[in-house]
């Protein structure tokens, strides 16, 4: 996985035999990324508080495609204006022959706005559809990138909890040359 301008992440950690660490380098990379993140408003360890932001797996996302698909069915279903004539259930025998047969005369002769009616609905209720489609995949690559992101943050904090570690081992080997311990001198 690319971070850090190209590099791969196994490029960008130091190998932990690394003995020969520059103190001064370490201090300044360190600096560096801390002020990075202070200035972006970012806490320095987000998984060390309560709050923190959550896994990428317990967000709910902002759009809900289960939600919408249906409405967009019944509105599918809804589309065909004018198309059948309807069933007119509360009349019997002659009266209800005759309801229809009206119904039907009606429809035919609207029909040169119910097409135009119909085509648009239908039209809309696609259109709608694909942009649910679209909008659920840009969903779930957003969601793939967020949790790519938090695989991230979580290398570089233990990154940085490496190098703290080298530098606070450093410092320690330094403090012990310097108080007395150093090199012996050879006598003359």
């Given at each position: 996985m690319p971070c850090d301008g190209g590099k791969r992440v196994a490029d960008?950690?130091?190998?932990?035999?690394?003995?020969?660490l520059d103190l001064e380098h370490l201090k300044e990379e360190?600096?560096?990324?801390?002020?990075?993140?202070?200035?972006s408003g970012r806490?320095?360890?987000?998984?060390?508080s309560g709050s923190a932001i959550s896994p990428a797996s317990s967000r709910q996302g902002a759009f809900d495609a289960s939600a919408v698909r249906?409405?967009?069915?019944?509105?599918?279903?809804f589309a065909d204006v004018g198309l059948n004539v309807?069933?007119?259930?509360?009349?019997?025998?002659?009266?209800?022959?005759?309801v229809r047969?009206?119904?039907?005369?009606?429809?035919?002769?609207?029909?040169?706005?119910?097409?135009?009616q119909r085509n648009f609905n239908h039209f809309t209720t696609r259109s709608l559809s694909s942009l649910a489609e679209g909008l659920e995949r840009t969903t779930a690559g957003l969601a793939e990138q967020v949790q790519m992101l938090e695989e991230l943050s979580k290398r570089q904090a233990e990154r940085i909890a490496f190098l703290e570690a080298a530098l606070k081992s450093r410092s320690e080997k330094i403090e012990l040359?310097?108080?007395?311990?150093?090199?012996?001198?050879?006598?003359?």
């Open positions: 960008v950690l130091p190998s932990p035999g690394a003995s020969e360190i600096r560096q990324e801390v002020a990075a993140l202070r200035s806490e320095l360890f987000p998984n060390a249906p409405m967009i069915d019944l509105a599918d279903s309807p069933p007119v259930h509360h009349y019997r025998g002659v009266v209800r022959r005759l047969l009206t119904a039907r005369l009606i429809l035919i002769l609207s029909r040169f706005m119910t097409d135009r040359e310097d108080s007395g311990t150093g090199p012996a001198r050879p006598e003359a």
